[in-house]
C-alpha cells in the first residue's frame, strides 16, 4: 500500500472523512452481525475512525491495526479507549501476521488506494482463520456518490480537470465481489451503504471539503480567486437547504465473505 503525500494530515483528513467513515462504518459492522470476544484486524486502520467505532460496537477480544502512514497511526493512538489495540506499521498486500490469525478481517475504505487491490483480499484471506469474515466497503467512486461528489461536479461544470486515480474501479460492486470470489471467499455477499452528508452551514462544508490537499483539493487550490468564488457560489446555490444546512446523499459499496 503507498502512503500518499495528504495522509500525513491528520487532522485534515479526520475532519474530512472521519465522521463519514463512522456514518457508513455503523451499518458495514451490522451487516457483518459478527459475535463479540472476537479476534479483528483492521486493515488501513488510518486516523483510527472505523478502529474506534469496532472497539465501540463489537466488544473485541483483541484489536490489530495496520497502516503504513506512522502519522495517521499516531493520531489513531490518542483516541479514548485505544491503549488495548496493538498498532503497527504495515502493507495491505504483505500482512505482517501468520497465516489464520484472526476471526475477522475488515479494511475500511482503503481499497482504492492499494495498487494491487486482488493481492491486498488474497492477503486478507490468508489471515483469516477458517469460519472467521472478511470484509471491506469504499466509496462508490464508479457511481459518482463518494463524500466529495458534489465539489468534482462543480469543478467539472467550471472545466476543470480532477485528476482521477488508479483505483477508483476497485469500489464497484462487481469489482469487489471479483475479488472476493478470486481470493477463493464463500458465501460472498454485497450491498450498498447510503448516508446523508450534512453540514451546520456552507462555511462548516467547505472548510472540511478543501482542508486536506487530496486531488480533489489540489485542482481547487490551482484555480483564481474570482474561479473559486465561482465555485463556492455555484456549490451554495445548488447545496443549501432553506434551513442554511448542506445536504447530499453518499453510497457506498462493500463486500463480505467467509472462509471455508
Not at 472545466?159 to 486515480?165: D, G, I, R, T, Y
Request: aromatic content about 10%.
Amino acid at each position: 500500500m503507498t502512503t500518499r503525500s495528504f495522509f500525513t494530515d491528520s487532522a485534515a483528513y479526520e475532519q474530512l472523512m472521519g465522521r463519514w467513515s463512522r456514518s457508513a462504518g455503523e451499518v458495514f459492522l451490522d451487516w457483518l452481525a459478527l459475535p463479540k470476544d472476537l479476534s479483528w484486524l483492521d486493515v488501513g486502520c488510518g486516523t483510527g475512525a472505523f478502529t474506534e467505532l469496532l472497539l465501540d460496537r463489537c466488544a473485541p477480544r483483541h484489536v490489530h491495526a495496520i497502516d503504513p502512514a506512522e502519522d495517521q497511526m499516531a493520531f489513531a493512538r490518542t483516541r479514548p479507549g485505544m491503549a488495548g489495540v496493538t498498532f503497527r506499521v504495515g502493507d495491505a498486500q504483505s500482512l505482517p501476521f501468520p497465516d489464520h490469525s484472526f476471526d475477522a478481517v475488515v479494511m475500511a475504505l482503503v481499497i482504492n488506494f492499494v495498487p494491487d487491490a486482488a493481492k491486498a483480499v488474497a492477503e486478507m484471506k490468508r489471515v483469516t482463520r477458517p469460519g472467521g469474515t472478511a470484509g471491506t466497503y469504499m466509496w462508490d467512486w464508479p457511481g459518482r456518490r463518494t463524500i466529495q461528489q458534489p465539489l468534482i461536479d462543480g469543478l467539472e461544470a467550471l472545466n476543470v480537470e480532477v485528476p482521477s486515480s488508479a483505483g477508483q474501479g476497485h469500489s464497484s460492486m462487481d469489482a469487489l465481489r471479483r475479488f472476493f470470489e478470486g481470493a477463493g471467499f464463500e458465501e460472498v455477499e454485497t450491498r450498498a451503504i447510503d448516508i446523508e452528508v450534512s453540514y451546520a452551514s456552507f462555511d462548516d462544508y467547505w472548510s472540511s471539503q478543501t482542508g486536506l490537499a487530496n486531488p480533489v483539493v489540489q485542482a481547487v487550490r490551482k484555480m483564481s480567486p474570482a474561479d473559486v468564488e465561482r465555485l463556492k457560489t455555484s456549490l451554495r446555490t445548488t447545496l443549501s437547504r432553506h434551513d442554511r444546512r448542506i445536504a447530499y446523499p453518499a453510497r457506498a459499496n462493500a463486500v463480505k465473505g467467509r472462509v471455508g
